[in-house]
Every structure is written in C-alpha cells, then in structure tokens.
C-alpha cells in the first residue's frame, strides 16, 4: 500500500436484479513470468469453467493496478450507455455492437446469454472513468495485464456471494507465492449498496473435531489417533490429538474449499493411507448375491433366440411420436406414451411403448444386408401408469421380426412355439396353456394377425406388417412380426 490507503470497490443498487456480489484483492510486487503468467490465465478458465459454473454463478477480472485509479465503481448500465475498447481490440465499442461481435467468437458466445436479455449490464469504472470490464463476457483492454505486470488488481463478481469468495481465496492463495513478500496479500475493502463495509479476501480458517474411531471405521483401518493427525497434517489439513486422546482438532485451510463436511476429512485420510493399503476382508454381514428373475429370464432368452437363428439388436429407449403412433397407424394419445419435455432432437420425443419401431428401423439400416433378416430385441417399453408414484412403469417385451421376400408367418408362428416350450407353457386351452385367436390390429394385415393368450391373459400379438407400415419404415419386402410381454412368465 504505497500511501497506506486500500484499494475500494463501491457497489451500486442497480447491480441488485442482475449480478449483486463483488469480492476484490490485490497482489503487489508480483513477479511474473512466460509459465506464471500462461498459469494464472489458465487457473481463471478453470474455476470460471468448473466452479463458477460457466462464469454463470462468478465471473473474474484481473487487472493491471498501475493502468488504474481507485476507487473503483461496480455498477449496472444501459446496454447503449456503455462505450469501452475490449480486450484485444483495437477500437471503441457499445456493449450492444460487442454483444453481436461476440455471437460468432466461439470462445465468448458461449457466455452472452448471461446478461444478453437484461436491461442492464454490469460494468465496472474506476474513478477516472476507464471501464475495467463488462463481466462475464469481457475486459477492458486499457487495463489487460501482461508479464511485465507488477500490481494486479483482481474482482470477481456474480450471483453467489459464497462461491465468489472461495474464488478470489484460491486465486491469492496460490499466485500470493510469486509477490515479493511471499504468501501475503493486500486486502481490499468492497462497500455495499446498504452502506456495509467488508474486506476480502476473507482467508477464513476454520475447526473442525472428528473422532479417530469414525474415521478408523469408515475406512476400514485401525491406526491410532496420532497417526490418523499426522496422515491428515500430509494432505494439508493441520490435525493434532485433543481431549480424551480420540478426538481430532482439524485446521481446514482457506485453500481447501472442498472440504464441507466431516466424511470429506475420512476421505483425505484414506487417500493418505493409500486405497491399496487398506487390507481386503470379507465384509462381516453373510448376505447371498442373486440375479434379478426378469433379468434371468431376459438372459436366458436372448440366447436361445440367438440359437433359433436370429440377431439381436439394441435400439433406443426413446423415440419420436410419428414411429410409434402415425406409423403403426396408432393415434398418439391411444398409445399412453411418456412425453420427454423441451425435447432435443425429434428423434427423441417419447419413450417407446413397443419394441417394433425400433427393429423395423434397424432393418431399414441394414437393407443392404443378404436376405432374410431375422432380428429380435428383449427390453423394457414404458406406459403411463397413474397408480405407480412415478407416473409410468415399464414392461418387459420381446419383439422378433422377419424380413424377406415372403412373409414367413410361418416362421414368427415357430419361433413364438419355441419360446413357449423354453418357457415351460403347453399349447391348448388348459389352465397353464397358451393358445392364438384371430385378430385386428392396425400395424398388421388384415386376416393375418392374431392375439396370443397365455395362462388366461392377452401377452401380445403377432403377424404380417400391413404394407403401409413398411412403406413408411422405407421398407419394400413384406415382413412378419412377434411382441410378447414375458413378465406373467416369471
């Protein structure tokens, strides 16, 4: 501080709506050089990447101090009312002109939306006027820092006042090593818009007791309490032994942000042991490991459909309205599909209520393959269910299809028989049996469908696609088709 005065941030009310937090510090007598400096840009990308979440909750500003006068003024402008040359170029600009320069920067774009549609946009003055920047899309290029920077001025705004300040506390923790009094940082005093005053950066150290023992067991070692202190001493949280010899007293460090809760301090003591130190043992619960029964069944399956000469495939859950509604000849609201809200793309608007759609699509992708094209698919179709409490349920099917230059009904007929003598089901009417019963449908030809019922109740249909259904899956050979639901087997 060269005249003993610290350098003031003072916050306007008109920052309120948009962006309300400043924090600031300075760094005196840095000495920086090609690496330091490459390193301190790169450690600002980082945090505004990760921790500032995309520079939405915090943006940094880092400036050269001697280009500058304090105090300093944080407020927020009409977006015409602000006129300032950007980093790195060469002219004047309005926040409007710079707003349309940047929607094709593709380093900045990304940021606009920010502020874009705001009435107001934050700048920050000093007391001669200069803009230092325009968080969180741009700084000032009077003020840029070099490697010749000697003072730099460092401001971090956003909506989360928490996350600012572990911003600028990580920033002058680890570049305050390059000052030339080491480690130390000068404070800068930020006057908010209800007349408090405070001074960042904040640099807070705090306490926290844990017990030997909780950490012993949680991670599955026994060391005692004096080993566990020094284990945590290696990771930088400063422990020693207290009270009745099993209780830790843990400094956690400005630096360590990430350390919010007890189970983070057992965590750095299992990395100081060494994950492959800890001894393997047989947990002491004697608990036996089983398959899923509808997963055991889907396995089983999936083999002897492979052995029955079919492919199988694996297509999305998610699908687009026209596949398994207009298509199949289905109205969408008879189909009680689950609707994906704000949808991507169109290919992916419902969840899928049968597998069909999904295989003719393979098929229209494998045309080119030598005929026929035998396929199946064993996986779960979602409906709307207004009894579960998450609104849906899935099922699980299994869906084949036949694609050739006849309709082969006759081998879907088959392979429908084969399944039902894996799963143990007689043909006939008998309790226990399962039969076919002519049908409609409108995905099928008429005359060719059937509906099959087993153990008393409907499980699916198969039979010959109706011609308009292939026409509009780009198909142009007839083709057969299998869907049962294999759950009532269980």
Do not use: W
């Not at 089983?290 to 889907?298: A, I, M, R, Y």
């Not at 759609?357 to 409906?383: C, H, Q, W, Y």
Request: charged share 25%; with cysteine.
């Amino acid at each position: 501080m060269p005249n003993g005065e610290i350098q003031k941030l003072i916050i306007t009310e008109e920052t309120a709506k948009i962006r309300p937090y400043a924090v600031a510090a300075v760094l005196r007598n840095i000495k920086f050089t090609k690496d330091r400096y490459d390193s301190f840009i790169e450690l600002q990308e980082k945090l505004h990447q990760n921790i500032c979440r995309k520079r939405a909750l915090v943006a940094i500003g880092t400036h050269d101090l001697d280009t500058l006068s304090g105090p300093f003024t944080y407020t927020a402008k009409r977006p015409s009312d602000i006129k300032f040359k950007p980093l790195n170029k060469t002219k004047e600009y309005t926040a409007c002109e710079l707003m349309n320069i940047y929607k094709t920067d593709n380093h900045l774009k990304h940021y606009l939306h920010i502020i874009e549609n705001k009435p107001l946009y934050p700048v920050i003055y000093d007391s001669n006027g200069v803009i230092l920047s325009m968080p969180p899309i741009i700084n000032g290029n009077h003020s840029k820092i070099t490697v010749n920077t000697k003072n730099v001025f460092i401001e971090c705004t956003g909506t989360d006042f928490t996350k600012a300040k572990i911003v600028l506390d990580v920033i002058v923790t680890m570049f305050s090593e390059y000052c030339e009094n080491q480690f130390t940082v000068e404070a800068a005093e930020v006057i908010f818009p209800n007349g408090k005053s405070y001074t960042f950066p904040e640099l807070a150290y705090r306490k926290e007791i844990v017990r030997a023992d909780l950490i012993n067991k949680k991670v599955g070692i026994r060391e005692t309490p004096e080993n566990i202190a020094k284990l945590l001493t290696r990771m930088y949280l400063k422990s020693e032994v207290i009270g009745d010899g099993n209780q830790i007293e843990i400094e956690i460090p400005p630096t360590r942000a990430d350390v919010i809760h007890a189970c983070d301090i057992v965590e750095d003591a299992a990395i100081a042991y060494g994950y492959n130190n800890i001894q393997m043992m047989l947990p002491k619960t004697y608990t036996i490991a089983n398959q899923f029964p509808l997963n055991k069944l889907t396995e089983l399956l999936r083999h002897d459909m492979a052995a029955a000469g079919f492919t199988e495939a694996l297509t999305f859950a998610l699908c687009s309205q026209e596949d398994i509604a207009d298509k199949l000849g289905l109205d969408i609201s008879a189909t009680k599909a689950v609707h994906i809200s704000n949808p991507k793309t169109a290919e992916f608007q419902v969840a899928r209520t049968t597998l069909l759609p999904g295989l003719l699509k393979t098929v229209a992708a494998n045309r080119k393959m030598p005929l026929p094209l035998k396929l199946f698919e064993i996986s779960d179709i979602v409906v709307k269910d207004s009894s579960r409490d998450v609104g849906a349920r899935n099922y699980r099917h299994l869906c084949a299809l036949y694609y050739n230059k006849n309709p082969g009904f006759e081998i879907i007929h088959g392979l429908l028989d084969r399944i039902m003598q894996l799963l143990n089901v007689p043909p006939g009417e008998k309790k226990g049996g399962y039969v076919i019963k002519a049908s409609e449908g409108p995905a099928f030809f008429p005359g060719r469908c059937a509906e099959i019922f087993a153990r008393g109740q409907s499980i699916g249909k198969l039979g010959v696609l109706h011609p308009d259904v292939i026409t509009k899956f780009e198909l142009t050979m007839p083709c057969s088709s299998l869907e049962i639901n294999i759950e009532p087997f269980l």
